[in-house]
């Protein structure tokens, strides 16, 4: 039987959603506030919220790197997941999203625990090198530089360290076609050179969770 990824039966989602309590007040009001500051709506699924928290637990998670911090969501669920004196470092471009993740951080009693690096990742990354080497490193941002950011993981994390890359299905549009052609041929070829890093086996040992947006996880080697 060829069993296809995912589950799209709305009813099936909302039973796990309210059985497992996905989005508690402090994440509804991360996700509120983000949209209330005019922020994207491109903050992590509660479901994959969850699954960076519990995943962050099971690994024993101290030092983790994010790269792209939006509102603070998917930062807030490593921290709830990292030990208790674990540390979150995460990258963010725009100040203006920085700032919401900030007040985040605060309500969720993080401050002191996550900092925010405002800049572009591959700016702040070698600025990182002498904190590591890392437990975690979740790539959430510009989809081009996925390559390079899992080449800093390689170099970053500790053996058996994990890295996560999200949106691993690139919203439908990873094609595999030899030459993809129009305004997201740079991602798809920078997707696929992501997935086929990590699937060579000689830094990683990988799969992809089938969420909806497809979760890459990596575990150094
Ligand atoms: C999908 S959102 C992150 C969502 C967040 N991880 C969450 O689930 O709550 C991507 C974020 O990456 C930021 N970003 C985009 N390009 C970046 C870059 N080159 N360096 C750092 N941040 C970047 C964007 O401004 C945006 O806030």
């Keep these: 039987m060829n ?10 989602a909302s039973y796990i959603a309210r059985v497992y309590a996905l989005e508690d007040d402090l994440l509804r009001d991360i996700r509120e506030r983000t949209a209330r500051g005019g922020l994207p709506d491109i903050q992590v699924a509660a479901l994959d919220a969850r699954h960076l928290e519990v ?20 930062g807030v669920s490593l921290l ?11 990258i963010e471009i725009d100040p203006a999203h920085a700032a919401i993740a900030a007040e985040s951080f605060r309500r969720a009693g993080f401050a002191d625990r996550a900092r925010i690096h405002v800049g572009a990742a591959l700016d702040v ?46 919203f439908g549009k990873l094609t595999i076609e030899p ?20 699937a060579a086996g ?4 990988s799969t992809v969770l089938p969420t909806g947006e497809g979760l890459a996880l990596g575990v150094r080697l």
């Design 80 to 90: 709830r997941g990292m030990r208790d004196d674990g540390v979150l470092d995460t």
């Design 55 to 74: 995943l962050s637990r099971a690994m024993g998670v101290r030092r983790a790197v994010e790269i792209g911090t939006l509102g603070g969501y998917s």
């Design 202 to 205: 000689k830094l990683f040992r």
């Design 179 to 198: 030459t993809p052609k129009g305004d997201d041929a740079v991602s798809v070829l920078a997707m696929r050179d992501f997935h086929e890093t990590l």
């Design 125 to 170: 990354l070698p600025t990182l090198r002498a904190a590591g080497p890392f437990d975690l490193v979740f790539i959430d941002a510009d989809k081009e530089s996925y390559p390079q950011y899992l080449a800093w993981a390689a170099d970053n994390l500790r053996q058996g360290g994990a890295v996560l890359g999200d949106n691993a299905f690139l």
């Design 3 to 12: 069993k296809q990824f995912g589950n799209d039966d709305p009813k099936v």
